[in-house]
């Protein structure tokens, strides 16, 4: 969840770099529902992904601090895609510093393997 402010409090570079992130986080996603949208074979199914998706920041500490949550959730809360990606978007809009470049890891991993896996799909699905 983002915190409201107001929109001059914030410097340029870190709103260019907030926004640059959150464009990652749409094309990584992207590419991710695109793979398994040609992988699976109905609508129903391909919508499941969604579901996954949007799920993920509640598990998040988006909301609620990972280390408040009991054993096994905390430790699904610290190691996920999300946490790393809200947790730099809030260091780069509230003028923090950010801790390491995790979330940009996961994004590009996403990307490197997502829009090629993709495309050989499309290629396979079109072809025949």
Do not use: H
């Not at 001059?8 to 094309?27: C, D, M, Q």
């Not at 509640?58 to 949550?69: H, K, L, N, Q």
């Not at 470049?101 to 590009?108: D, E, F, N, P, T």
Request: proline letters at 7%; aromatic letters at 8%; glycine letters at 8%.
């Amino acid at each position: 969840m983002l915190p409201t402010y107001r929109s001059s409090a914030v410097a340029a570079t870190p709103t260019r770099e907030a926004t640059g992130l959150v464009t990652g986080y749409v094309l990584a996603m992207s590419a991710l529902a695109a793979v398994w949208g040609l992988l699976v074979k109905s609508t129903q199914a391909a919508g499941a992904f969604s579901f996954a998706v949007l799920f993920l920041p509640y598990v998040s500490d988006g909301i609620v601090p990972a280390e408040t949550r009991p054993g096994v959730l905390r430790d699904f809360a610290c190691n996920q895609p999300a946490t790393p990606i809200i947790e730099t978007l809030r260091a780069l809009l509230l003028d923090r510093p950010v801790g390491s470049s995790v979330a940009a890891a996961w994004l590009a991993g996403a990307v490197v393997v997502g829009v090629p896996v993709a495309a050989l799909l499309f290629r396979r699905r079109t072809a025949s």
